[in-house]
């Protein structure tokens, strides 16, 4: 079936480690992005990238890094940097023609240890 | 600057009640488009429709109803005769027309639990 992976589904830091939350998608969609949501709140965009090899910051973008190395696959990194990583973590995908919806991933729960 | 207010933070209603979420955005285009993402408590967001600025025609898909109001700035959306398979959060969201990745700048989404 097409569609966005997202994994793990829950993920623990410890205090000044790196994790890496992974996000491949079969729909063959050139842009991808990365929100957070918090409780109670709407997601915000962390990061989104149009094509291979770029990407461009989104509201929320410090401590957190990505790269788009291949189409299919839009991982983010979230840093020691990031003081309070524990949220919910949505990747989503669209084409780029003609303001298409984005499709969502089942989403990663991270926490902090 | 764009923005999407969903003042209803919680709705509860009795199965087969008709309910309806509100969405009010701002923006200074005058070509956007306005999306409804419904969230079950599985996580993932289900896209429910999306409606150009230029298009004011109300919209019906079986239970589902949306009016889209410019002289407002409001995208509503009805359930008719809700079921409990509609308890979810509902978010509105908003993007710029734009030929590349479109950001989407999302309300904070509203709660519907619907009571059987």
């Known amino acids: 079936d097409g569609g966005i992976t997202q994994s793990p589904k829950y993920l623990f830091r410890k205090e000044g480690q790196n994790v890496t939350l992974s996000c491949e998608q079969n729909?063959?969609?050139?842009?991808m992005y990365w929100y957070r949501q918090d409780p109670g709140q709407g997601l915000r965009l962390i990061y989104y990238?149009?094509?291979?090899?770029?990407?461009q910051k989104g509201d929320i973008a410090e401590g957190y890094s990505v790269s788009r190395e291949k189409k299919e696959s839009f991982p983010l990194t979230v840093t020691s940097a990031q003081k309070n990583p524990t949220a919910f973590y949505l990747c989503?995908?669209?084409?780029?023609?003609?303001?298409?919806?984005?499709?969502f991933g089942d989403g990663t729960r991270l926490s902090i240890l | 600057a764009q923005k999407v207010t969903q003042a209803q933070t919680e709705i509860s209603v009795v199965e087969k009640e008709d309910v309806t979420l509100d969405c009010v955005y701002e923006?200074?285009?005058?070509?956007?488009?306005l999306f409804w993402y419904k969230q079950p408590p599985s996580g993932e967001l289900v896209f429910l429709i999306r409606?150009?600025?230029?298009?004011?025609q109300n919209e019906i898909s079986g239970r589902y109803s949306w009016n889209f109001q410019k002289s407002t700035s409001s995208f509503n959306f009805t359930i008719t005769a809700s079921q409990v398979v509609d308890s979810a959060v509902y978010f509105c969201?908003?993007?710029?027309?734009?030929?590349?990745?479109?950001?989407?700048?999302f309300g904070t989404g509203t709660r519907l639990t619907v009571i059987p």
């Open positions: 923006t200074r285009d005058t070509t956007y488009y």
């Open positions: 729909l063959n969609h050139d842009a």
């Open positions: 989503a995908s669209s084409s780029i023609t003609g303001n298409q919806p984005q499709h």
């Open positions: 969201a908003l993007s710029e027309a734009f030929v590349g990745a479109n950001n989407l700048f």
């Open positions: 990238s149009q094509i291979v090899n770029d990407f």
């Open positions: 409606r150009n600025s230029f298009d004011e």
